[in-house]
């Protein structure tokens, strides 16, 4: 396991505050900072035309409505879809956002970030590289060190062979007995996690072996309570102010 300078926060917003405002926009953003997270969660995949873009999903339909896949649709196309509808009418005109915007909008509110690196099918490496590249010119000096996550280890390994200064967590829905040499073969310094699915041995197994974890995405305040007992290091959550309340007391 590579050591790499991380200060990793008790709680994470998840896709910016998502149980508040549309998830991977700027107006989730900043109902993160709102709310009182210290960092924010969100996914970054590639437009058509290589634009890093803050998104989730393959398609573009859950979020904006536009029956499209984001890896067949331009920046151009994509920037003027609506992601906000869904929330209300205080988000209608939300926009998809670049990566480079959000990094820009992260700067203003002082907010760290672990950027997922999502990519979609075949573009592993390609959007791993678009995400260390914009991080090397792009993240401001003032903030923290962006801890980088991925499910695809071809992601992780690109970005550790492009830019290894940028900490990496592998990240597991459900954690197998091969974890630890996944997590070896990218240098990663974390453990992101499903925390419904994560047991108590398996908790005592990644902290005895010297890896930060991170489960997502909880809600719940007394699990994240009882995952913090467990050794858990960082919740990740749809409404941080709830869930700060719950593990500050």
Not at 62 to 88: F, H, M, N, P, Y
Not at 168 to 174: F, G, Q, S
């Amino acid at each position: 396991m590579m050591t790499l300078s991380l200060n990793l926060p008790r709680l994470i917003g998840h896709r910016g505050a998502a149980a508040y405002a549309p998830e991977n926009t700027l107006a989730s953003l900043h109902e993160a900072r709102r709310r009182g997270a210290p960092w924010v969660e969100f996914d970054v995949k590639l437009s058509r035309d290589d634009v890093p873009i803050l998104m989730h999903d393959a398609s573009l339909k859950r979020t904006t409505g536009s029956d499209r896949l984001v890896a067949e649709t331009s920046w151009a196309d994509i920037q003027v879809l609506d992601a906000g509808s869904w929330k209300g009418a205080a988000f209608v005109g939300e926009a998809v956002p670049s990566f480079a915007a959000a990094i820009d909008c992260l700067g203003g509110l002082g907010l760290g970030a672990n950027v997922e690196i999502k990519p979609c099918p075949g573009r592993e490496a390609q959007t791993a590289l678009a995400v260390v590249e914009m991080l090397q010119h792009r993240w401001p000096a003032s903030l923290p060190t962006p801890l980088l996550s991925s499910f695809k280890d071809e992601a992780l390994a690109a970005a550790r062979a492009a830019a290894p200064s940028f900490p990496r967590a592998i990240l597991i829905d459900e954690l197998a007995d091969d974890w630890r040499q996944r997590a070896e073969a990218v240098d990663a310094v974390g453990v992101n996690t499903n925390g419904g699915k994560l047991t108590a041995a398996r908790a005592a197994e990644i902290k005895a072996a010297g890896y930060l974890l991170s489960v997502y995405t909880i809600n719940d305040p007394a699990v994240a309570v009882a995952l913090l007992a467990l050794g858990v290091d960082c919740i990740i959550t749809d409404a941080p102010d709830v869930t700060a309340k719950a593990i500050a007391s």
